[in-house]
């Protein structure tokens, strides 16, 4: 069997060294191999520990412990993390899983793929340079996929708009701003040798949230001279398009942001890249052709799109909804600061490990424990300064 990959960002060097490994004659095309991105680079407990190269190697990164939260007509409050986060530039992170896919033994082509056509039980590549067969095809392009014949399709509905600067400038923690009825948040990543400044979110057009982008960065002293801009569509798959996004078909697989397996509420994809990798490796080495498509959705399934399809349905409320007459991302960043059960909840929630089925049920439990705490610290704040002043 030969599989072709198109993509050399983190889903397609992952299914490339998974299947190389394995024995699988496989050629991965990209027209940049390695290459920027503005949003994220964040690796989360949850991924380095199910697979430890991504925190052990010699790529650059940053180990963040802290991380700043701010939300409308509250005061911000610092999460130190457990379980840090390790920050790459995309650059590095895609350099980094290159290498080893090609150590592996796949082969890397700097190469754009400008047609594919499939022919019976096999696949003609067209790039600049001439054509390739394959017998398989993992698409990895990400989420502008220029093929149409596979892989997810977005629009408006399923997708949000990410965009940012990388500011050369330094520091240790993380922030993430969020801003009244925006169905989003700004950041900014500390990455080795600059920052990733960024604004993520749905229901605004580029120009707008540029502007609301640049207008936070003013007010926080941060610089645009100097800086790069970026921008970059991600996947936001609503709940009725996760019953219907096209993750296989006929001689063809997609991972990561091409299959639309980004988290819907955080943004977050590097994970579901890299995970959707492995299991597109397994559904192909486990299963012959014809049914390593359908065993691939399942798989998927099982593992974490049911818990993606079920943070669409909350997503819109976490963003426009309210808790105690106040906004649910105002009343999140007040509790983080006053109660030490709900900090251990945002603690999960930062590594990845409290899956959102599951979260309603988690809050509820804890609820009545963190409004005593809560009514209990604030009491506190009150009775000490006027002890002092006594």
């Known amino acids: 069997m030969k599989v072709a990959v198109l993509g050399g960002g983190p889903s397609g060097a992952f299914a490339a060294e998974r299947l190389a490994s394995a024995g699988v004659e496989t050629i991965l095309f990209d027209e940049k191999l390695a290459w920027e991105k503005p949003c994220g680079g964040g690796i989360t407990y949850k991924a380095y520990s199910e697979y430890p190269f991504l925190a052990e190697n010699d790529a650059p990164k940053k180990i963040v412990t802290d991380t700043v939260l701010t939300a409308p007509r509250s005061k911000p409050v610092t999460l130190a993390l457990d379980r840090p986060l390790l920050i790459y530039s995309r650059y590095d992170l895609n350099q980094m899983m290159l290498e080893r896919a090609e150590r592996a033994g796949?082969?890397?082509?700097?190469?754009?793929?400008?047609?594919?056509?499939?022919?019976?039980?096999?696949?003609?590549?067209?790039?600049?340079?001439?054509?390739?067969?394959?017998?398989?095809c993992i698409a990895a392009t990400g989420a502008r996929n220029?093929?149409?014949?596979?892989?997810?399709?977005?629009?408006?509905?399923?997708?949000?708009?990410?965009?940012?600067?990388?500011?050369?400038?330094?520091?240790?923690?993380?922030?993430?701003q969020f801003l009244p009825g925006f169905e989003g948040y700004i950041w900014v990543f500390p990455r080795a040798g600059h920052l990733s400044v960024g604004i993520c979110g749905k229901g605004k057009p580029a120009a707008e949230l540029r502007a609301m982008?640049?207008?936070?960065?003013r007010e926080h002293r941060i610089p645009t001279a100097g800086a790069s801009y970026y921008g970059h569509m991600l996947p936001c798959l609503d709940t009725p398009a996760w019953k219907s996004a096209r993750v296989e078909g006929d001689g063809w697989i997609a991972v990561g942001d091409a299959a639309g397996l980004v988290d819907p509420i955080t943004g977050e994809g590097i994970y579901y890249a890299i995970r959707s990798a492995d299991l597109a490796a397994k559904a192909l080495l486990n299963n012959t052709i014809d049914l390593a498509g359908?065993?691939?959705?399942?798989?998927?399934?099982?593992?974490?799109?049911?818990?993606?399809?079920?943070?669409?349905?909350?997503?819109?409320?976490?963003?426009h909804g309210s808790f105690l007459r106040g906004a649910i991302t105002t009343r999140m960043v007040q509790f983080t600061r006053l109660s030490p059960k709900f900090r251990e909840v945002m603690q999960d929630l930062f590594a990845g490990t409290q899956p959102y089925i599951g979260l309603k049920h988690r809050l509820l439990r804890n609820i009545n424990w963190s409004l005593v705490e809560i009514v209990c610290n604030l009491g506190m704040s009150w009775v000490v300064p006027r002890r002092e002043r006594a």
């Open 213 to 217: 982008l640049e207008a936070y960065m």
């Open 294 to 319: 359908a065993a691939y959705r399942r798989l998927l399934r099982r593992d974490f799109v049911a818990d993606l399809e079920f943070a669409s349905r909350l997503s819109h409320r976490v963003f």
């Open 106 to 136: 796949a082969k890397l082509e700097k190469a754009r793929v400008i047609g594919a056509e499939r022919t019976g039980s096999r696949w003609t590549l067209r790039t600049r340079s001439g054509a390739v067969t394959a017998d398989y």
């Open 146 to 176: 220029p093929f149409r014949d596979f892989g997810a399709q977005f629009n408006r509905e399923t997708s949000m708009t990410a965009l940012g600067y990388f500011v050369p400038s330094d520091r240790d923690h993380i922030d993430v």
